[in-house]
């Protein structure tokens, strides 16, 4: 169950485990940046904008091909880790606000992204908003990685466990506990809710496959860093998160996930 004395918002509690989410939470291949530019044809002359930037995950390596980079994150938290992270770095900044504050701020980025953030953005601004934001001809581009269902040893003994403990976790849209397996869109599929905007152009995709080993402390880790997990009652999600350990100790104590990075891109046409 939710958290009764608290009217937290879901979008927001990430902050609360912040250096967590940036030490266990995986980045994205540079294939995906390779494809981004590519499709874009952006180049390193025009300024990029990361859309809830979290702890800066998804613009190391933007940073490191020579862009600059805005980052804009709402939680205090997790845009004090980008800043930290990115000293290194004089191209990169963050402006601590929502999306939906920012369109005024800016109007000549020629792409704006966001890695594993977008389905946080306010659905009915979203799109105007990156729009404005955009110069003529800049692109939008969003993308996750996610896990996908394969099977596991313990999967019958993880299921019993969520159904005794946080059954509504036992949805089809979890059965792989991971960050990242829930839906991120609102529509049937991220190219209908890019052409339900009327604002962009021909929506062009990228997929790439790769596998991780995981313990089962990272798993453990890992779902602190998930909201759905954050949002059940502190002493449920301890004792929940405490016998997951056990399930997968029991069995060996690491296990293998596939994951894939999906990617969606399309010009400003408005």
Request: proline content about 4%; aromatic content about 10%.
């Amino acid at each position: 169950m939710s958290d009764p004395s608290s009217q937290r918002q879901q979008s927001k509690v990430f902050g609360e485990v912040a250096e967590i989410y940036h030490r266990v939470r995986p980045g994205y291949p540079e294939g995906l940046y390779d494809w981004i530019l590519e499709t874009s044809g952006v180049d390193s002359s025009e300024l990029l904008i990361d859309v809830g930037c979290g702890t800066g995950k998804a613009s190391i390596s933007f940073l490191r091909r020579g862009f600059t980079v805005i980052g804009v994150e709402p939680d205090p938290m997790m845009a004090q880790i980008a800043t930290r992270e990115f000293t290194d770095f004089d191209t990169f900044s963050v402006d601590q606000c929502t999306l939906d504050d920012f369109r005024a701020a800016s109007s000549d980025a020629g792409l704006i992204y966001a890695g594993q953030s977008w389905h946080w953005m306010n659905a009915d601004t979203r799109f105007e908003c990156a729009a404005s934001a955009l110069k003529p001809g800049g692109w939008l581009c969003v993308f996750w990685n996610r896990p996908e269902k394969i099977h596991h040893s313990f999967d019958l003994e993880m299921d019993a466990l969520y159904a005794e403990l946080a059954p509504q976790f036992n949805d089809e849209r979890f059965k792989v506990r991971l960050p990242g397996s829930k839906s991120v869109i609102s529509a049937d599929t991220p190219i209908e809710e890019f052409e339900l905007s009327q604002l962009f152009g021909d929506v062009h995709t990228f997929e790439a496959s790769w596998e991780q080993t995981i313990s089962s402390e990272e798993h453990v880790q890992n779902l602190l860093t998930q909201s759905d997990h954050r949002m059940l009652d502190e002493g449920l999600r301890t004792e929940l998160l405490r016998q997951v350990g056990e399930v997968i100790n029991n069995a060996g104590g690491s296990y293998k996930q596939l994951f894939t990075t999906h990617a969606y891109a399309a010009k400003l046409s408005v």
